[in-house]
Each structure stands twice: as structure tokens, then as C-alpha cells.
């Protein structure tokens, strides 16, 4: 990957990516539905199917790019194979969930620093799973064994993987350009992500 010399005194990555995606993250965490009152066992499933619409294709692209800077473990943070077993608790057959519509229009992973963006953007959303975890336990009586395990998909690690992540993006070597095109690909996440949960209308 070519890099230059940070800039002295520049934002770093986090940072970057904090204040660039800001606007976007909460706008979307409104329209979500996990704390509607009309969210029921039958929505819930609804929203996890899209959710996986997004995510198999997403990560698919992502990690078959061949363009995520080395030190970032696939294998560890893949989230898809939660979101199948969900899926699989929560009544869905092999079949069903291969017809489940996918998302095609996804965000362009053509550079190393584009892959950051969008890790940042899936990395992220553990964080929120935790509070999310919660409140689907109280209220529609779901945990890890019977369709939650994609909101907890860290378990008690989501902290120490979310440190290793910043970690992570703390060593990349990264101008000020460089880290423009990371923020620009983690909206793109956000805002595809958004417009395939409309498309699907799970959201609020």
C-alpha cells in the first residue's frame, strides 16, 4: 500500500472516521427499529433476514478483495456464520435463507485504505449489539440460543476485539488523502446499508 508521512498535528484515522460517519451513524440507529414498540418476534426475524442480506454479500466482497492491510484476523471477526446460525434459530430453513434477497449495490472495496473504512463501519456495530442484546432479551425473550447470537457476536471479548481493532487502525501509515478515502468508503457502508434496510422496510 503506499503511504506517506502522517501529518503532524492531522486528525488520526479514529478520529477521521468518528467525525466524518458521525451525522450518518445516529440517522441510521434512529430509523432502527430495536426499540420500536412495534417490534415483535416476527419483525425481529424480518430485520436479522435483511441483515444478513447486507452483511453475506458485504463481507464476501470485503474479504475476498484481497486488499485488507495485514493484521486484521477474517477468520476471527466474520460475522455472517452468526447471522446463518440466528437465522437457522429462529425457524429458517437452508433453503429459505438461500432465497433471501441479497444486496447488490455495494460500497467499492478497490484500495487497502476503502477496506479500513468499511471494517470500521462492521467492527462499530458490536458495540451497539450490546445494548441491543439487552433490550431484545427483555422484551421478546431472545438470547444467543434462540436467534441473538449475531448481537453478541463477541460475547465477553466485544471489548478487548474493539480495542485490537482501534489498535489496528492506529498503525496504518496513512496520509491525510488516504484517510479521506477510508471516511468516504465507511459512508458509503453506512448510507448502503441504510438504503438496503429501506428497500426491505424493516426500518422505522
Not at 498535528?9 to 434512529?30: I, M, Y
Not at 466482497?61 to 495485514?70: F, Q, T
Not at 434462540?146 to 474493539?162: I, P
Request: aromatic share 10%; glycine share 8%; charged share 20%.
Amino acid at each position: 500500500m503506499h503511504t506517506q508521512a502522517p501529518d503532524v498535528g492531522a486528525p488520526s484515522l479514529l478520529q477521521a472516521l468518528r467525525k466524518g460517519t458521525g451525522l450518518l451513524h445516529v440517522a441510521l440507529e434512529k430509523r432502527l427499529p430495536f426499540f420500536s414498540e412495534r417490534l415483535d418476534a416476527d419483525r425481529y426475524r424480518r430485520l436479522l433476514q435483511a441483515y444478513y442480506g447486507f452483511y453475506a454479500p458485504m463481507e464476501a466482497a470485503l474479504y475476498d478483495s484481497g486488499l485488507i492491510p495485514d493484521g486484521f484476523d477474517t477468520a476471527l471477526r466474520v460475522k455472517t456464520p452468526t447471522l446463518l446460525l440466528d437465522l437457522h434459530a429462529l425457524g429458517l430453513t437452508d433453503d429459505a435463507i438461500s432465497a433471501l434477497p441479497r444486496c447488490c449495490e455495494l460500497p467499492t472495496f478497490d484500495t487497502p485504505t476503502a477496506c479500513l473504512g468499511a471494517l470500521y463501519v462492521l467492527e462499530g456495530a458490536t458495540l451497539g449489539g450490546q445494548v441491543l442484546r439487552r433490550e431484545m432479551a427483555l422484551r421478546l425473550g431472545i438470547d444467543a440460543d434462540n436467534g441473538g447470537a449475531f448481537l453478541n457476536v463477541y460475547g465477553a471479548n466485544t471489548g478487548r476485539h474493539w480495542k485490537d481493532f482501534l489498535d489496528y487502525l492506529g498503525r496504518q501509515p496513512l496520509d491525510a488523502h488516504a484517510k479521506q478515502r477510508a471516511v468516504a468508503a465507511a459512508c458509503s457502508t453506512f448510507s448502503g446499508f441504510e438504503q438496503w434496510l429501506l428497500s426491505q422496510e424493516v426500518l422505522l
